[in-house]
């Protein structure tokens, strides 16, 4: 079966520090995989995306994920995080097989609070 | 920049009675998936269509539910009869081809569907 798991379901770290929220996937078919950010009382928004090339990507705000295939993962790294980066981060995967409309499945959610 | 808007933002109904949530997609799009997302749980795939039929839909997509296009710009989610558990954030999202390679689902902002 094709699922997506998310770890962590709280993430707590000071400002300034390192942060990575973990996502792995389970599939026998490709994949395109995404983060998606949403905030508090807000809809979703895409942080960054893995469509094919290269493995690790990034996002505007200081976000990357790399493609781990061998370890089906795709987990989202910050080195230095900051207040406003508290909201809740979602894995979504969209498998690829004959007569696939991209439909996303998303994990449960990481809720990152950065504290000062 | 173009984006998915979602009418109402709120809507507020009586168990039993019947609710459309209205979405207009980004206007070159021809993939229109309903997701939604009961409060604190994590996004849940409902449904998604092309061409003027459904493509794929999830096992919570039951006969109480409908989607429909009734003209060249909005999108519809229909529940026939409401339940308590219904109660949850609607987000409506549209693509372009979901095996093209710069590929992503665009997010409306969601209606809060709360069944009383």
């Known amino acids: 079966a094709q699922s997506v798991t998310q770890l962590d379901s709280q993430v707590p770290v000071f400002e300034e520090a390192p942060v990575e929220l973990r996502c792995n996937y389970s599939?026998?078919?490709?994949?395109?995989l995404f983060w998606y950010v949403q905030y508090p009382n807000q809809g979703l928004q895409l942080l960054l995306k893995?469509?094919?090339?290269?493995?690790l990507v990034e996002s505007i705000n200081g976000f990357e994920a790399e493609f781990n295939k061998s370890q089906t993962s795709f987990h989202l790294r910050k080195p230095s995080v900051h207040i406003s980066d508290t909201a809740e981060y979602f894995c979504?995967?969209?498998?690829?097989?004959?007569?696939?409309?991209?439909?996303?499945?998303f994990g449960k959610g990481t809720k990152l609070s950065v504290k000062p | 920049e173009p984006e998915v808007t979602q009418t109402p933002s709120h809507q507020v109904t009586q168990m039993g009675q019947e609710v459309i949530l209205r979405c207009v997609p980004i206007s070159n799009h021809l993939y229109f998936y309903w997701y939604r997302q009961i409060l604190g749980q994590k996004v849940e795939f409902l449904v998604s269509?092309?061409?003027?039929?459904?493509?794929?839909k999830s096992e919570i997509f039951d006969d109480q539910f409908s989607v429909e296009r009734p003209d060249g710009s909005n999108f519809t989610l229909k529940i026939r009869s409401t339940k308590l558990e219904d109660s949850a954030m609607y987000f409506c999202?549209?693509?372009?081809?979901?095996?093209?390679?710069?590929?992503?689902?665009?997010f409306g902002p969601g209606t809060r569907l709360t069944v009383t």
């Open positions: 979504a995967v969209s498998f690829h097989y004959g007569g696939s409309q991209g439909n996303l499945i």
């Open positions: 999202a549209s693509s372009e081809n979901p095996t093209g390679l710069n590929y992503e689902q665009y």
């Open positions: 599939s026998s078919v490709s994949v395109y």
């Open positions: 893995y469509l094919s090339g290269s493995t």
């Open positions: 269509f092309y061409n003027n039929e459904i493509s794929e």
